[in-house]
């Protein structure tokens, strides 16, 4: 089936090798243009003799006039339809082609199961009482793919490779991580982790960044982040800022902008800008509490001496990987990487990128370093605790 260049996007398949007596074909896309009200519809195909074709003009009625008394339960029929046969057309690729190619596909058709609803193979129902005063409402479609991790993940993209590497570091709720520190302009990143609310008996401990400190010695700028404040030091003078109002401060070295409730951007003249991120979770939730992530945008002018948990990254990392072979779960392949003069043994999964998208994340597909980053960090993860908040190693 064929249509005119630039006038539908988002099609689902349209070439098919064989068609018998009876049998239905179906395509759905979107029109790129709202204002459309016809286009040409070509249909060509080689039957057992001869070559035939069909052309037609199609009519964008309204489907209130198509249809005036059908109302359909779940929102839009031809949304839903269009996505459906995309989700089972990628739910096939995913069956075959490289690596990659399933990962990518696995995820598409997750990430579309989850937004319109569908059970599908990648995902379970989850029957949920009606929301009332004790809690939000919960989603009915729950994610299989990947197992939720609350300890901190750092994902280290790789642009030159087209790739990403990623890593969590576990350790007990309190420790402080060094997480940037350059020398020569003496700047230093510390991240101090926090607990759930409460642990069940042989439970995993879960932590996540709670709290950030942020120093710059040559602009005299000391910076820190809770989940609650945002306190500034500068030049001698204190200043607060709050997360439950959008503000910015601004001086000749410095530029400091909140979002409200979402994300706080730090920019350093001449040097680096970060952007740490606010978690909310609900308040009366029995577990789990509000956390920080923390994101670089730009770090070029950072010197060679870079280094901590993150920061030994700004200046490139190259790695190889071979030897793939089935995992112990499906859809996520063991391999082997060849990083830092060091053979280690990788799996393909996801981590959460949040920068964009504070409430759902991005998924981003990325080889998992297993021990809290052996072999890929320097040295080992306790080597980066520090014992203060502003201190350096």
């Known amino acids: 089936m064929h249509y005119p260049e630039n006038v539908v996007d988002s099609l689902t398949d349209h070439h098919f090798k064989q068609l018998f007596n009876g049998s239905e074909i179906v395509v759905a896309g979107r029109l790129s243009d709202n204002d459309l009200s016809n286009f040409l519809v070509e249909v060509s195909a080689q039957g057992s003799e001869e070559e035939v074709s069909y ?63 569908f059970v599908t193979p990648l995902t379970s129902m989850v029957a949920t009482k009606p929301q009332s005063d004790e809690g939000p409402g919960d989603t009915l479609i729950a994610d299989k793919l990947t197992e939720v991790d609350g300890d901190p993940h750092f994902i280290i993209n790789v642009p030159e490779q087209n790739d990403s590497l990623c890593f969590n570091i576990n350790d007990a709720p309190g420790t402080i991580f060094n997480l940037v520190r350059d020398p020569l302009p003496g700047i230093v990143v510390n991240g101090q982790t926090i607990g759930d609310k409460k642990v069940d008996p042989g439970s995993k401990i879960n932590t996540y960044f709670g709290r950030l400190g942020i120093v710059h010695q040559k602009l005299g700028l000391q910076l820190e982040v809770t989940t609650q404040s945002i306190t500034v030091l500068q ?94 779960v499906s859809d996520k392949p063991d391999a082997t990487m060849i990083v830092k003069g060091s053979e280690l043994s990788v799996t393909r999964g996801w981590q959460r990128d949040f920068l964009w998208d504070v409430k759902n994340g991005e998924r981003v597909p990325c080889w998992f370093i297993h021990n809290n980053g052996t072999g890929l960090i320097d040295g080992r993860a306790s080597d980066y605790i520090v014992s203060g908040i502003f201190k350096t190693i």
């Open 235 to 328: 030049g001698g003078t204190q200043t607060s800022l709050s997360w439950s109002k959008t503000a910015s401060l601004k001086w000749p070295s410095a530029d400091l902008q909140v979002t409200k409730d979402r994300s706080l951007t730090v920019t350093l003249k001449d040097s680096v800008k970060f952007v740490i991120v606010l978690h909310k979770v609900w308040e009366k939730h029995p577990y789990h509490r509000d956390y920080l992530g923390f994101y670089t945008l730009d770090s070029h002018l950072l010197s060679p001496k870079v280094h901590g948990l993150l920061g030994q990254f700004y200046n490139g990392v190259h790695f190889e990987v071979g030897e793939l072979h089935n995992g112990d």
């Open 55 to 117: 052309k037609g003009q199609a009519n964008t009625l309204d489907w209130n006039v198509m249809f005036p008394n059908e109302k359909y339960i779940f929102g839009d029929f031809t949304e839903r339809l269009w996505a459906y046969l995309t989700i089972q057309q990628l739910l096939s690729k995913k069956e075959s082609g490289t690596a990659d190619e399933k990962a990518n596909a696995a995820t598409r058709a997750l990430e579309m199961s989850l937004q319109y609803s």
